[in-house]
């Protein structure tokens, strides 16, 4: 029998009448292995801190995204959100499930390109395109969409001057009862400025309009608020047959469909209280189908369902690297992660999971990152068991906008691992070296050391 660790035991003041927000905390199991792939093993191989991404989740979520809308929808397309993860490896997972490509970058709109992925499978969001950017997305045949009238006024000369049709459509920003509302993107509905675009664009000789776009949010917990931004945009699209003569091919409601995991000062956990797919694919599948298209006229339904589809299929494989005590008396356990690899954990409270097997004795432990400075808190007061230096930690669901928004800051990113459905690993982005960092960087002459 293996002989138990010694802990020290620990005096806690007895709070009565303090459980917590949602009561007594759980303390989380240890996660010792991913797919029967051992924690121990992959940090032996890959080293600590590392992402793993799982390759079956990627593409088990985008199957029941996908079965949640198909079973509800006639004509259904999903476009991968490209800032959401844009590792060319997870990008090619969902192409290959027939996923197009969201991207709001003359960046990310190449990188698209480069992952085999067409123009016409390309929709090209964001306030920020370039003169640059948006010829190469009329000579692609992309789906431009537009976001503010400087944009409209630079697409109407270029295609004018390149004598090409761009094919586009309006984003379109709208109360739906979500606050505050995110009507610094696009064009608003309530005050007719939506209407003004889509009449502008209908006189123009090269601008074909083919689609409305919404984007109303992210980790928006309200179906409802999905209901009226269907209802609005579909209004908009009759509108725009009965009065513009322009038939719109395509409603594009975004994405902001919440992952599971829980909010920072959230009362209850996601998972008690977020929507599914199927409850965002009823409201707003409902709320298209009853608006008043012909039954054989429903426009195609995309949706660019990003933080929800990958969320799930990332894992950060880290270690603890000292155990300490507070001022206060309170533990602290300092892990070799921080908000720099962590960017998520500003506003989630992240689950981390001990990595091995533990004593069943919890303790209130903040828990810090690596950095020197003070705003690197990866959890506070969560019950964790005592973990010594060395022991592995895990925290799941990491895979949506940590490795896009990841910040390179006082030490090197990691590898990112992806385990395919066979159970083998591959590195699909390798840790940084000093050399990736210098790349970029000039000496200017003068202190360079003199010959
Ligand atoms: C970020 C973004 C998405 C994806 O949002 P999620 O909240 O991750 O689902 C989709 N569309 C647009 C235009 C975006 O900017």
Known sequence: ??????????????????????GIQPTLEPITEINNIPIARLQEEYGSPMFLITENTIRDTYQEALQAFKSRYPKVQFAWSYKTNYLDAVCRIFHDEGSWAEVVSGFE???????????????????????????????????????????????????????MKAKVAIRVNMDTGIYP???????????????????????????????????IGTYVMSTQAYAMAAKKLAELALRAEKNLGKKIKYIDMGGGFTSMNTLKGAYHSASDTNPGFNEYADAISFAIMSAG????????????????MIDDSGYLLGSVLATKRLTDGRRATVLDFGVNIL???FWYDHEVHPGCEVSDYAEETTLYGPLCMNIDVIRQNLSFPLLKKGDPVVVPRVGAYNMTQWMQFITYRPNVVLLDRDGNTHIIKRKEGLEDLKRAEIIPDFLKPKE
């Open 181 to 215: 509302k995110w009507d610094r993107f696009g064009f608003n509905y309530e005050n007719g400025e939506a209407w003004e675009a889509l009449k502008k664009i209908a006189q123009q000789e090269f601008l074909e309009l083919v689609g409305l776009h919404t984007h």
């Open 343 to 345: 960017f998520t954990s």
């Open 109 to 163: 709109y190449n990188k698209a390109r480069e992952n085999g992925i067409p123009g016409k499978q390309i929709i090209f969001n964001g306030p920020d395109k370039s003169r640059d950017d948006l010829e190469m997305a009329v000579r692609d045949g992309a789906y431009i969409h537009l976001d503010h009238f400087d944009e409209m006024y630079t697409l109407i000369e270029l295609t004018e001057e390149l004598k």
């Open 293 to 308: 298209f012909q039954q054989n006229e429903l426009p195609v339904l995309i949706l660019e369902t990003g933080r929800a």
């Open 1 to 22: 029998m293996e002989k138990k660790k010694f802990e020290y035991p620990v005096i806690k003041r007895f709070q009565p009448g303090m459980p917590g927000k949602s």
